[in-house]
């Protein structure tokens, strides 16, 4: 292994915005946070602007000075058109081309009919046909917890009504790019948050409120269209980090330094429900709860640091210990939900408070399991690369120290060495299919040795030709009698067999 060691640390100042506005930046965003990323795109869309109504206007004027040139040889005919109409119809047509450079930068207007049918105690609003195909169960409660909500206000009735013609219009927009819709949403936030500060007077905590709940009620109806959309990469990217932490598997809570001792129950405890939490929030629909996935997941992480390390845990702990959490659930879809709440959550939410640092954190936790490498786990590069390609496997790590009298480290300790005699009775099994395959081949060897050995002494001591039984005249051969006692000259002084005698009864 290398003795130096990157480790993962995280200074927090890499956190914020690098404009230096003080609120939490996102990877998503350059680093930016999302009041100087809007502004930042804004100028850009606008020096744009400027770029193609300057090409527009110059592409004119060559038009009209080539006119006018050729104007000027033809003025003796008298078929000419008057000047002050070719003036009337070059300016429709300079009008016509510098709207057409400007709707290229302006977001649709197609809205459909509007009901201004107010909302009372006992009715409900009447979404067109478009919505309705894509309403649901979550959906219309939604809308009854909105209007429940709103009933009280003075202005409900018409927050209502634009919140509900907004997301009308959004059905409409489902063709347009991931960062058009955000935006759009956004600026719908923006200008609603304006209105409520200056009516209800800079009460910040009654704003924040209702702009939650229309955050819910909007993002409950438009998941369907803005979430994971057709026009972006998202399932795309969510496949490429599955895969990623899949081949991740083995990584360690050692390589990663993390400071929680998962044999104490109460560790455990505290790691399964950070796990837990953090898959969850795929099942949510509005942003905010999915932030509340990840900030319920981060505290469970902080507690679980806590009572491992007897003290309050630190950003340096916190970071790798989110790490090992994301590693070990494997969150479904993550790209997209970060992608997700990061366009359509309500930006006060992300560029402060805990929600905004929990969920920034979340975004490094990631960013640095898609650069991971063997410098980060204090691995050689070699040694990264077998792991990774599932060649070899990290060695397991031997349990000590004063927890490991505890039954949780007990049972861990007897997990270790079953892996550990299965490991050697597969080196084991191993070495005699080796030697199995050995005796075969030796046995093979000795047996063509003993053939060729045969062959030759077959060869060198040739067997004797038998004499051929002598034949009849018909081609029969005569058999010759023998007996043991042929030989003996005496046989011929015996006297005869005796005969049977019949006797008739």
């Not at 390390?309 to 790798?320: C, H, I, Q, R, V």
């Not at 597969?426 to 000795?446: F, K, T, Y």
Request: proline share 6%; hydrophobic share 30%.
């Amino acid at each position: 292994m290398m003795s130096q060691r990157r480790g993962i640390h995280l200074d927090q100042s890499e956190l914020l915005c690098t404009k230096g506005c003080g609120f939490y930046g996102n990877t998503g965003w350059q680093g930016l946070c999302s009041k100087c990323w809007r502004e930042e795109n804004q100028r850009e869309k606008q020096n744009q602007i400027k770029e193609d109504w300057a090409l527009a206007e110059r592409l004119q004027k060559e038009e009209e000075e080539a006119y006018t040139s050729r104007n000027q040889k033809a003025q003796s005919q008298p078929t000419i058109t008057p000047f002050g109409k070719f003036v009337e119809r070059k300016t429709k047509e300079k009008s016509s081309k510098v709207n057409t450079v400007t709707r290229f930068f302006t977001p649709s207007s197609k809205t459909p009919p509007k009901k201004d049918s107010p909302f009372d105690a006992h009715s409900s609003p009447s979404p067109s046909s478009s919505t309705s195909r894509h309403s649901s169960v979550d959906s219309d409660h939604a809308t009854r917890e909105f209007i429940d909500f709103l009933k009280p206000l003075k202005s409900g009735r018409e927050i209502f009504k634009q919140c509900r013609a907004f997301t009308e219009s959004m059905v409409y927009k489902r063709e347009m790019a991931a960062d058009e819709l955000s935006e759009c949403v956004q600026d719908f936030y923006q200008n609603l948050s304006d209105r409520l500060h200056t009516q209800f007077k800079g009460s910040s905590d009654h704003v924040e409120s209702v702009m939650d709940e229309v955050e819910k009620y909007m993002m409950t109806r438009l998941y369907k269209e803005v979430f994971c959309p057709e026009t972006t990469d998202d399932e795309k990217k969510d496949l490429a980090i599955q895969k990623r932490i899949r081949a991740l598997h083995w990584v360690t809570i050692e390589m990663l330094c993390v400071p929680v001792e998962e044999e104490i129950a109460e560790v455990s405890d505290s790691v399964v429900k950070a796990i837990t939490d953090v898959i969850e929030m795929d099942s949510k629909r509005v942003p905010k709860e999915k932030l509340s996935c990840i900030t319920r997941c981060s505290k469970h992480i902080f507690n679980a640091i806590k009572i491992s390390k007897k003290e309050a845990a630190s950003a340096d702990d916190f970071l790798p210990t989110l790490i090992y959490i994301v590693l070990k659930a494997n969150p479904p879809r993550l790209q997209s939900n970060i992608q997700y709440i990061t366009r359509f959550s309500n930006p006060s939410r992300l560029m402060t408070g805990e929600d905004g640092y929990y969920f920034t954190n979340l975004c490094c936790a990631v960013a640095f399991i898609e650069k991971l490498d063997g410098q980060s786990l204090n691995l050689s590069s070699e040694e990264f690369d077998h792991y990774m390609s599932g060649q070899a496997s990290p060695p397991w790590p031997q349990p000590g120290g004063a927890s490991s009298s505890s039954p949780g480290s007990a049972a861990l300790s007897q997990v270790h060495k079953g892996l550990d005699l299965l490991t050697g009775l597969g080196q084991r099994q191993e070495r005699v299919l080796e030697d199995a395959r050995q005796l075969e081949s030796d046995l093979i060897d000795w047996t063509d040795e003993v053939e060729q050995k045969v062959q030759n002494v077959l060869e060198s001591f040739p067997p004797e030709t038998e004499t051929p039984a002598p034949s009849t005249a018909s081609g029969t051969a005569v058999s010759v009698a023998s007996a043991i006692d042929s030989d003996n000259v005496e046989n011929e002084l015996l006297p005869p067999p005796l005969t049977p005698q019949v006797f008739a009864g």
